[in-house]
Each structure stands twice: as C-alpha cells, then as structure tokens.
C-alpha cells in the first residue's frame, strides 16, 4: 500500500464497512437482551476489554509497514465494536437511573 492510495482507500473502506455490518447484526439481539433486563455490567466490562485489546494492538501500527494493514484493519474492527457494544448496554442501564417524568417518549 506504501506509494499506492487507492489500494490503501480501498483497504480502509473494507474495514469501516466490516466494522458497520458487524455492529449492524450485533446491536438489535444485545440490545433487546439487555432491555429484558438482568445484569449489564458484565457485558460492558467484556465488550471494554475488547475495545482495550483493539487499541492496544495500535501500538504496532506506524506507517511504511503495508503487512501490517490487515491485523490493525482488524484491531480498529475489534476496538470500535467493543466501542459500540458497551455503549447499548450502557444506554440500557438508563430507564434505571432516570426518573420517570424526565424520560422521553
């Protein structure tokens, strides 16, 4: 990818369009599992170490190394799904800590 853009754009999309339809299929069957209720915490611990173990692994990302594109594709995948994932059982835990009249309908 070094001296060729339109491989290294083409590789960035393939990551940010992996990232979106994981996050896509995920979100609908966690969400609903974490609105029927039951601990979240958990959850949002695993999902952070996932996002942790994502952007730990940019550690080894610098340029003029084209090998390593595909794992940190794949760090960038597993940090912003880890991302995404902790924030819907966050958000479920918010109907628990916001009285009733403030909420939105």
Do not use: H
């Not at 479920?92 to 916001?98: D, E, F």
């Amino acid at each position: 990818m070094v001296g060729d853009p339109i491989k290294g754009q083409a590789e960035w999309a393939f990551t940010q369009s992996t990232r979106g339809v994981i996050i896509a299929l995920l979100s609908p069957f966690l969400g609903a599992m974490a609105d029927a209720g039951g601990r979240r915490k958990p959850y949002i611990f695993a999902f952070q170490l996932l996002l942790f173990a994502g952007c730990a692994a940019l550690w080894w990302a610098y340029p003029n190394r084209p090998d390593l594109a595909g794992p940190i594709s794949w760090a960038v995948v597993a940090a912003t799904v880890g991302a995404e994932m902790s924030i819907v059982f966050n958000n479920a835990q918010l109907p628990n800590i916001v009285r009733p009249e403030r909420m939105g309908g």
